[in-house]
């Protein structure tokens, strides 16, 4: 007899919340991308919707369910449908953007949210020549923004500058399917549509680790990093399988473990809560979402279980830890979109003590940056700071977004004095646009 695995996640079940607690009369974008279309704070909901004549996205107070009306103020200044968005993970009312209008852009949501349509961004970092598909934060240094294009081109971004300050070019001859920063921002992983999983030190401009035909098949992979530094994939196989496996960066050759799952053809978008070490799975076009926890015991990655609805889900968001419900030991949330609406969807551990449960929630990743943008990219790292959620998460104050321009020749006179670090062996900055009221220009 085998005997059955003890784990304090086996039991999670997820609930979809009632119809008055979900956002209603929302029209989500039908563009032909995989992103999640979503992206969730303590404070927002965001979400791509369908518009006419360029690209727009909704962001709601999390507080404001039901019926969206149909005039409710947009997020709109894109030429072009916005393809992905995400949340500054130090100031929740900072929010970027990208788009097929081949521009990222950098927005300041007020405190309460939205009044009047919002079209002038606090800064447009332009540098890519297609659209631009994938965009994340940094994970401890402030301002540092990666996006990548169909370009095959992947820009990190000063945003408290707006320079784009290292362009990752060369390292992918086709499209870039997915991007993602390990636990303390000094490494990415990329997952191309030439089957290859890549490592990258970003800014020593080096592949240290990759993998060729890590999933065999031809539709889109997907890789993001785990807190202990392995990379988790999800693909397809040769046989046009679902696949999902766990590498070692420092040994590529050989997969720690490779699961088959079924052969649906919806691309499996990850996310993953380093807290606890569970993998949550979410197939575009699938009424389910299927979680892992990965331990240091064969076969490593575990199944637990899953969670199935009867709607298929276009996108979804996933909310940070400190935006959860400690007292109801939730320990993930997500924001399930469906053509018309999005539904909150909550993952929770039965426990039949009402007190904090510690072993569910140890300290995690809080609202502040461990580094500044400039010392990041002169090659210190800082690793997240940890906050306690006992007594439940209470937001600070945001400071808003000061973007401040340096003067263009400035640069060409250092460029002339290349002593200031890896930085500099990046393309010249490209100057981006800045829509501030008041820009502030560096030098004399």
């Given amino acids: 007899m085998r005997v059955v695995r ?29 992103s999640s279309f979503c992206a969730v704070n303590p404070k927002f909901v965001a979400i791509i919707i369908e518009a006419s004549g360029g690209g727009a996205f909704l962001v709601l107070p999390l507080n404001k369910s039901g019926r969206i009306d149909k005039a409710y103020p947009t997020v709109c200044g894109h030429t072009g449908p ?22 990222v852009m950098v927005w300041q949501i007020p405190e309460n949210g939205l009044v009047t349509g919002l079209s002038e961004p606090v800064v447009v970092l332009e540098g890519h020549s297609k659209r631009v598909g994938i965009i994340t934060w940094h994970p401890t240094a402030r301002n540092v923004l990666l996006s990548a294009g169909c370009d095959n081109l992947i820009i990190i971004w000063n945003v408290g500058t707006g320079e784009a300050m290292i362009q990752l070019e060369d390292m992918h001859p086709d499209v870039i399917f997915s991007a993602c920063w390990n636990r303390n921002g000094s490494l990415i992983c990329t997952a191309c549509k030439d089957k290859t999983i890549r490592v990258i030190d970003p800014r020593k401009e080096e592949i240290v680790g990759e993998k060729e035909k890590a999933h065999e098949g031809a539709r889109p992979m997907r890789a993001i990093f785990l807190s202990d530094g392995n990379v988790f994939t999800t693909g397809f196989s040769r046989m046009s399988e679902r696949q999902l496996a766990l590498w070692n960066p420092q040994a590529m050759d050989e997969a720690i473990s490779v699961h088959e799952m079924d052969t649906s053809n919806g691309v499996l978008l990850p996310f993953y809560d380093p807290d606890t070490n569970v993998v949550y799975l979410c197939g575009k076009g699938d009424s389910s979402i299927r ?37 109801k030991c939730e320990i993930a949330r997500f924001y399930k979109l469906h053509e018309r609406k999005c539904e909150p969807i909550i993952m929770t551990v039965p426990r039949k003590s009402d007190l904090f449960q510690d072993d569910l929630y140890p300290d995690t990743a809080g609202p502040d940056c461990a580094i500044e943008a400039e010392d990041w990219f002169e090659g210190k790292n800082g690793e997240p700071i940890l906050i306690s959620l006992k007594n439940g998460y209470v937001p600070g104050k945001n400071r808003d977004l000061k973007v401040v321009k340096k003067n263009i020749l400035d640069n060409k006179l250092s460029k002339n004095t290349e002593k200031r670090g890896p930085a500099n062996k990046s393309a010249s900055p490209t100057p981006s646009r800045v829509r501030t009221a008041v820009s502030v220009w560096g030098g004399h």
């Fill in 6 to 34: 003890a784990s304090k996640f086996r039991h999670v079940f997820g609930q979809a919340l009632k119809n008055d607690q979900c956002y209603d009369d929302i029209r989500v974008s039908r563009v032909t991308w995989d």
């Fill in 82 to 103: 916005v393809l992905d968005i995400d949340w500054c993970p130090h100031n929740d009312q900072v929010i970027a953007s990208g788009s097929e209008d081949c521009t």
């Fill in 291 to 327: 979680y892992f926890e990965i331990t240091d015991e064969a076969p490593f990655v575990h199944y637990l279980n899953t969670f199935t609805t009867k709607e298929p889900q276009r996108g979804m968001g996933y909310m940070p830890k400190r935006g959860l419900d400690v007292n």
